[in-house]
């Protein structure tokens, strides 16, 4: 892939000096935050062995590390991302980010990706501003390309962090490679309680007829309709649609949750009203409630072993 060094960490300090924080523009926060940030992106190990310094020599915890004063990235987003990005990018640009067979080029060294923050500069190339220079538009919503884009962040963090090359290890995106009959055995544990084969399941395979389209839509739980939450207030609630209720000594107003964080909550009344309230711990007491929290739980828990095994098995709902 050539170009091994020059512009690298250039790049890097020029870059980090006009960052600042802000949350990534993705659907609404979950209801319970994650605890302290010690969890670690989900990459395929600490990847410590060898490298060639990543360009940095003398970098470490604490210097011009990219993505160092973003505000670290859900797990559970970063999960979702690593998933989508297996299945939409790793033949062009490779599971470890640094170029694939299919002739993207190498993600780790690209300006682009470096100063993005919440997918703003990824998400519009993903959409399709670069076809005539060799990448398709891919068929992805905003908050899924967002995913991606926390998921090449967290991966540059480590880079900064370790000072080596990251060993990503994901295998390669083969979707159907799973066993229908253990996937089938998963399903029935773990998605059960919410889906059926007879019920809402059935005939999933014939509205997502590309495999690589149904393993993303139960991954991401189907995001890109209209999910609710954070900006829905005036639209009718749907079934993932987040609701809150904030419980005040005058009674309890529900409505869907437009926006909440340690100070403040914002609820979408019926009527399509916003009433925010202030927050202090834990008065009023706010209480979420959010459809698609088990999705998003469950992709921390998936391995690949499970998500192929229930693809393979969903493909045969038709
Ligand atoms: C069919 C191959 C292909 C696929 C699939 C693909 N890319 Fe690309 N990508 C390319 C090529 C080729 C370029 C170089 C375009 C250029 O030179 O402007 C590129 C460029 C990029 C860039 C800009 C790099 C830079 O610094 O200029 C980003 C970011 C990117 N791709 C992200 C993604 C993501 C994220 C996905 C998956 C959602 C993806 N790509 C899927 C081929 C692909
Ligand atoms: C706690 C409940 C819950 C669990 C557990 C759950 N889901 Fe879901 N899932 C939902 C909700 C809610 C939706 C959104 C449904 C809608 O949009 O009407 C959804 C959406 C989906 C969709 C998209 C459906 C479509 O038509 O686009 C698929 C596919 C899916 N889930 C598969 C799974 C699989 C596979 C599992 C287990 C690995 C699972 N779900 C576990 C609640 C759950």
Request: charged letters at 15%; hydrophobic letters at 35%; aromatic letters at 4%.
């Amino acid at each position: 892939m050539g170009n091994k060094k020059g512009s690298g960490a250039a790049g890097l300090f020029l870059l980090t000096i006009a960052v600042t924080p802000q949350l990534p523009a993705q659907g609404p926060p979950p209801a319970t935050p994650p605890q302290g940030g010690a969890e670690t992106p989900a990459t395929g190990g600490p990847g410590a062995q060898g490298g060639r310094g990543g360009g940095g020599g003398g970098r470490r915890a604490g210097g011009f590390v990219p993505g160092q004063q973003r505000p670290p990235g859900d797990p559970a987003q970063i999960a979702r991302g690593k998933a989508l990005y297996g299945i939409h990018c790793t033949g062009c640009h490779g599971a470890d980010l640094r170029g694939g067979d299919m002739g993207g080029p190498n993600l780790l060294r690209s300006q682009v990706a470096l100063s993005d923050r919440s997918g703003e500069l990824i998400l519009p190339i993903v959409q399709g501003s670069r076809q005539n220079a060799g990448m398709p538009a891919i068929d992805m919503s905003p908050a899924d390309g967002a995913a991606v884009a926390t998921y090449v962040r967290s991966i540059m963090e480590t880079i900064g962090r370790q000072g080596t090359p990251p060993s990503v290890g994901l295998p390669p995106p083969s979707i159907l490679v799973g066993n229908a009959g253990e996937g089938q055995a998963y399903f029935a544990a773990k998605c059960g309680a919410c889906h059926s084969a007879t019920g809402d399941m059935q005939g999933i395979a014939s509205r997502y007829p590309d495999a690589k389209a149904l393993q993303n839509a139960w991954v991401s739980g189907g995001g890109g309709r209209g999910r609710g939450g954070r900006g829905a207030a005036a639209g009718a609630p749907s079934t993932r649609t987040v609701m809150v209720t904030v419980t005040l000594p005058s009674g309890a107003v529900e409505g869907q949750l437009v926006r909440i964080d340690d100070f403040l909550v914002t609820v979408g009344l019926a009527d399509g009203t916003l009433r925010t309230f202030r927050r202090d711990g834990n008065v009023p007491k706010v209480e979420v409630r959010d459809p698609m929290k088990a999705h998003r739980d469950m992709l921390a828990a998936y391995s690949d072993k499970d998500m192929h095994d229930v693809t393979a098995y969903l493909v045969t709902l038709k």
